[in-house]
Structure formats: C-alpha cells, structure tokens
C-alpha cells in the first residue's frame, strides 16, 4: 500500500466510499494521459520490497512529477494541498495533504517540525532557538518549530 501510494493517482480502500470513487475518476479523468513514467516508477517501488524508495511521483493538476526524494529539502501544508520545495529552488504544489507525505516519507529522514511543516534533516542548516524557534534550510528558507514539536527537533538533531 505505501508503495502503491508514492505512484499512484489515487486509491481506494474497501468499503467503497461513492465520493471518493467520483473523485478518484475525476483525477483520472483531469490528467491528460497516464504517464508512463509514473507507472515505471511504481513497478520500481513493488520489487523494492521494504527497502527505502529512491523516487516519487507527485500528481499536480497537470501533470505527474517525477523526482527523486533527495531533492525534497521541505514540504508546506496548504490546506488540502502540500507544496514541495527542492534544493534548485523550484516548487511543486500536490493534490495530498502533508500527512499523506508525511507517513511516505518518514523512511527518508523526514522530520514533522509543526503542524504545517515537514522538513528534510539532511538539510537542516542551524536551528534558531530564538524568536520562538525555527529551522534554518540549506536553500536559505525559514521553517518554523512548533513549541510541541521543539524537543523531538532537538533529539533529531543530536542524533545527526
């Protein structure tokens, strides 16, 4: 199921719920071809077994992004939509909310730092204890640290 989610353009758990299978067409319906890229990547991630996933496919309303989790310095919550930050500065906005990518990508060092912030550790560049705390990227982005959540930073931090 995990791998399946990294590739898919949207699941469906038993018992079938009526509006989430509409919306689940509709997304079928709204991308303009099935990527064949997309579906390369999901064999890939069936054979993988347990081992960590290398790559991702993000689905925006236009088209499937293929990037590889590396990539990813941090994830935004937006509502219903997660924008995904890189390390090239670029920005991808997803049809998921970040707990979808949240649960994905706790294999690769991802880290929840607030409500709406998930945060690649590998580059975090200095954690600013002022000003009630916040993450200091390697790109140069602030990421704020939610009072709740500034031990688990720390622990995660010691642990690098």
Same mark, same amino acid.
């Given at each position: 199921m995990k791998a399946f989610r990294f590739s898919a353009i949207d699941y469906l758990l038993k018992p079938v719920d009526p509006d989430d299978l509409i919306k689940a067409v509709a997304k079928i319906q709204g991308s303009k071809k099935t990527s064949g890229e997309s579906l390369d990547l999901l064999m890939e991630h069936s054979k993988n077994g347990n081992k960590p996933l290398k790559r991702l496919a993000l689905n925006t309303l236009d088209k499937i992004h293929v990037v590889n989790i590396s990539d990813i310095v941090r994830c935004e919550a937006d509502v219903n939509y997660t924008m995904f930050y890189f390390l090239d500065k670029s920005k991808v906005l997803v049809t998921k909310t970040l707990k979808d990518f949240e649960e994905m990508l706790s294999d690769h060092s #991802? +880290?929840? /730092?607030? @409500?709406?912030? +998930?945060?690649?550790?590998?580059?975090?560049?200095? #954690? /600013?204890? %002022?000003?009630? %705390?916040? =993450? =200091?990227? @390697?790109? %140069?982005?602030? /990421?704020?640290?939610?009072?709740?959540?500034?031990?688990?930073?720390?622990?995660? =931090?010691?642990? =690098?």
């Amino acid at each position: 199921m995990k791998a399946f989610r990294f590739s898919a353009i949207d699941y469906l758990l038993k018992p079938v719920d009526p509006d989430d299978l509409i919306k689940a067409v509709a997304k079928i319906q709204g991308s303009k071809k099935t990527s064949g890229e997309s579906l390369d990547l999901l064999m890939e991630h069936s054979k993988n077994g347990n081992k960590p996933l290398k790559r991702l496919a993000l689905n925006t309303l236009d088209k499937i992004h293929v990037v590889n989790i590396s990539d990813i310095v941090r994830c935004e919550a937006d509502v219903n939509y997660t924008m995904f930050y890189f390390l090239d500065k670029s920005k991808v906005l997803v049809t998921k909310t970040l707990k979808d990518f949240e649960e994905m990508l706790s294999d690769h060092s #991802f +880290l929840r /730092v607030h @409500q709406s912030h +998930l945060v690649n550790t590998n580059y975090i560049k200095e #954690f /600013v204890k %002022g000003d009630g %705390g916040y =993450l =200091l990227m @390697q790109e %140069g982005s602030n /990421v704020p640290v939610s009072t709740r959540k500034r031990n688990a930073v720390v622990e995660a =931090l010691n642990t =690098l």
